[in-house]
């Protein structure tokens, strides 16, 4: 397969098309074409990508008055099932990525908090929480806005009723681009997701992130990424926004459904193809913004 473009990403894309399972890119300026689209429209169960989607409901909503993002909510482990009737379901704190959120159990915490938490630290709990308020519709409504063809946020995390029902969360690495695109247009006051003050909070909100095991290690160090990456055994993404001190902003996602992805400390196959291909963009990142696309969906 020959493959015209950008050299470092046309030659990572071999190694993508490559890898077993279900491999999907896209990577580019914040306003597009693609440099590099592999398999980019492909659903992939979203693990805690879903996050980013929530962080933008709960942001729009608390600038729309719709919620108090410092209103003290109270803390517990006790939610409804996305299934009518369902039993109310709890989440194990053992496959959770922070204890401080456990630690407020039967205490209050603000929305604003709670936010943080689940993306800095991945925390599940806290997601479930914030989700409790923001409610599925507008989290799809936050989807919607930024043209998602293929995502879609069905169900809380741990919500093993709705597992069986079929209810899923889904998400396609050009969905995730453009969530990730649009925050940070809106930063800079190019965009309709939300006020630029807003989409600069939840900016600074995914820059804090502490897990950097995948799209991160492929970059120089202290070189400033707004991401959210995800993971459960057989799945491992990544998405976010580079800001290089030398050339445009770019995003990166890479979803990877395969046999290399463990759900363990982040040091397998999956995390080293994805830092590869933020190895590889970062090497172009001159050139991202004009670009044209490299591979194309099903090759």
């Known amino acids: 397969m020959s493959i015209i473009g950008p050299p470092r990403l046309a030659e990572i894309a071999t190694q993508v098309f490559a890898a077993p399972g279900t491999v999907s890119v896209w990577c580019g300026s914040l306003t597009g074409p693609a440099a590099l689209s592999v398999r980019a429209e492909e659903p992939h169960y979203a693990a805690s990508t879903m996050k980013a989607a929530i962080l933008a409901a709960l942001y729009r909503a608390g600038a729309s008055g719709e919620l108090d993002l410092g209103a003290e909510v109270p803390v517990h482990n006790d939610f409804e099932s996305a299934v009518g009737g369902a039993a109310r379901f709890g989440l194990r704190q053992s496959y959770d990525q922070d204890d401080d959120v456990w630690a407020r159990i039967g205490q209050t915490a603000t929305l604003r908090w709670l936010a943080t938490h689940m993306i800095v630290r991945s925390s599940n709990l806290a997601t479930n929480l914030v989700l409790e308020h923001v409610g599925r519709g507008r989290v799809n409504e936050a989807w919607n806005l930024v043209g998602a063809t293929g995502s879609v ?62 799209l991160a290690t492929g970059l120089p160090p202290g070189t400033r990424i707004a991401h959210k990456n995800g993971w459960v055994d057989g799945v491992r993404h990544g998405a976010g926004v580079v800001f290089p001190d030398d050339a445009p902003p770019y995003v990166i996602v890479v979803c990877a459904t395969t046999e290399w992805a463990h759900d363990e400390a982040g040091n397998d196959e999956a995390c080293r193809l994805i830092a590869a291909v933020s190895a590889a963009a970062w090497a172009d990142r001159h050139s991202l913004g004009s670009a044209g696309q490299l591979g194309s969906a099903g090759q």
């Not at 889904?170 to 997701?193: N, P, S, Y």
């Not at 006020?195 to 820059?207: H, K, N, Q, R, Y």
């Open 153 to 214: 946020l069905g169900r809380g995390i741990e919500d093993s009723a709705a597992r069986s029902a079929g209810i899923t969360n889904l998400v396609t690495a050009a969905d995730l681009a453009a969530l990730f695109a649009a925050i940070a247009r809106g930063a800079a006051g190019a965009d309709a997701l939300a006020a630029p003050d807003v989409c600069t909070s939840m900016l600074e909100i995914l820059l804090a992130q502490e897990h950097r095991e995948d």
